[in-house]
Each structure stands twice: as C-alpha cells, then as structure tokens.
C-alpha cells in the first residue's frame, strides 16, 4: 500500500496564478483532509471531507475549494493564488471508528506534504 | 472546540524517560485524546490515543487522570531519533463531524 500520497511534492506559482493539489489514499478510508502548516506552527485544517461527494470547511476555509469526486482523491484549488499561501500542505485520510458506545478521535494518516510558494 | 496546552520545547539527555504534559481543563466527556509526533519535513504520525487511566503500546504511555483536564505522554528511554515536534489533540470526529485542533505542539530536542 502507498498510503497517502500527494502530488506535486514542490510547487511555486506567481499572485494570481490558479493551480491544483491532489491527495491520492489506496485504504478505502472515509474521511479525508487538507491542513497548511506554517513555519513553527501547527497544522490548521483548511477543508475535509467525510464521504465522497461531501465536503466542509475547517478552520482557514477562505481562498481554496475542494472536491471528493472520488473516495480515494481528495482535490485542494487555489483560484487566485495570493503570497498569503505560501505554506506547506499536508493532506491527511482515515476511517471512522466506534469504541464503547463513543465515537473515537479517527486516527488520521498523513501524506509527505506539499510545499507551495507563491511569489 | 477543546482548547490544549503544552511546552514549547523541551530537552532531555539520550536514554531518559520523557514526560510532556497537556493540559486540557475543557475537555468534553466524548472527548478522546490523541498524540501525533512530526519530524522535519514529514507529515505528522499517530502515536497514542486514550479516553481514561493508562495505555500502552510500543512506543509511548499515556497517562489520564480521573478528572481528565490533563495527559502526559510518556517516552521510555528517547534516543537522537526521538528529537521531533508532538502535538496533543483533544476531541472526536466521526459520524460526519470533525472537532480537533493541532496546537502548535512541543519540541523535543534529545541531546547526545
């Protein structure tokens, strides 16, 4: 198994250019997520999805769009890309479990990341 | 949303027991917690998670006290590859519903 994979690894792009960052999972996991990490930062989510088709919007939605298409892809947009988004991208998959009666914190697997610059 | 908090940062010396503390006073009562680890460069991993008392697995414990406003993640004896960034996440997501924040974690910086 690949696990989660992202494609591309490294990206810079000029204000305003568009471009498309796609996450790939081969273990059939449900939900699937975008998060930007900052320099000495944590992760903050950008947008998730619990299903294909679904989509929502985490902490920093603002500025990209997605699409669940497919169970295993998990598409993250940039329309009009902005120095603001300079980051690194992770994309993140897992299943949903149910332990004793409570929903449990899914455990989340991770891609290798994208690093994007916007200049 | 379950606010956390933990250390920056934090050194210990190769072959220590390392233990970082979270505090958590608003946690929900289907609140799990879950501990990921991130070296540079990398995605973060799944290390341990619990809901009460003890658990452990192969590479860590994690302690929670009755009153769960607090969790120590434990390291038994770190080495040089254990120097790494480790976030503490309370929260659950499931059934559609997603409510967990990564803080910005604590450094572990395991000296020779």
């Known amino acids: 198994n690949a696990g989660v994979t992202q494609t591309p690894k490294f990206r810079v792009l000029k204000t305003g250019q568009s471009m498309t960052l796609l996450c790939a999972q081969d273990?059939?996991?449900?939900?699937m997520y975008w998060y930007r990490q900052d320099p000495g930062m944590g992760l903050r989510l950008i947008h998730y999805?619990?299903?294909?088709?679904?989509?929502a919007k985490g902490e920093v939605p603002d500025g990209y769009n997605v699409s669940r298409l497919k169970k295993q892809n998990f598409l993250l947009g940039l329309e009009s890309a902005a120095p603001s988004q300079t980051s690194v991208y992770f994309c993140?998959?897992?299943?949903?479990?149910?332990?004793?009666?409570?929903?449990?914190?899914?455990?989340?697997?991770f891609g290798p990341g994208t690093r994007l610059t916007v200049l | 949303l379950a606010k956390t908090t933990q250390p920056i940062s934090m050194d210990s010396y190769e072959g220590q027991e390392v233990n970082i503390t979270c505090s958590h006073n608003?946690?929900?009562?289907?609140?799990?917690i879950t501990w990921y680890q991130q070296f540079p460069s990398q995605g973060p991993r799944f290390i341990i998670q619990?809901?009460?008392t003890k658990v452990t697995n192969e590479v860590a414990s994690l302690f929670i006290p009755a009153d769960r406003k607090s969790s120590t993640l434990s390291l038994p004896r770190v080495s040089l590859s254990d120097t790494a960034v480790y976030y503490c996440?309370?929260?659950?997501?499931?059934?559609?519903?997603?409510?967990?924040?990564f803080g910005k974690g604590t450094k572990l910086s395991v000296i020779p």
């Open positions: 996440l309370v929260g659950r997501s499931g059934a559609g519903s997603y409510q967990l924040t």
């Open positions: 619990g809901y009460k």
């Open positions: 608003n946690i929900a009562t289907n609140d799990y």
């Open positions: 993140a998959s897992s299943y949903s479990a149910e332990r004793s009666g409570r929903l449990s914190t899914d455990t989340q697997y």
């Open positions: 273990m059939n996991h449900e939900y």
């Open positions: 999805s619990v299903g294909e088709g679904t989509t």
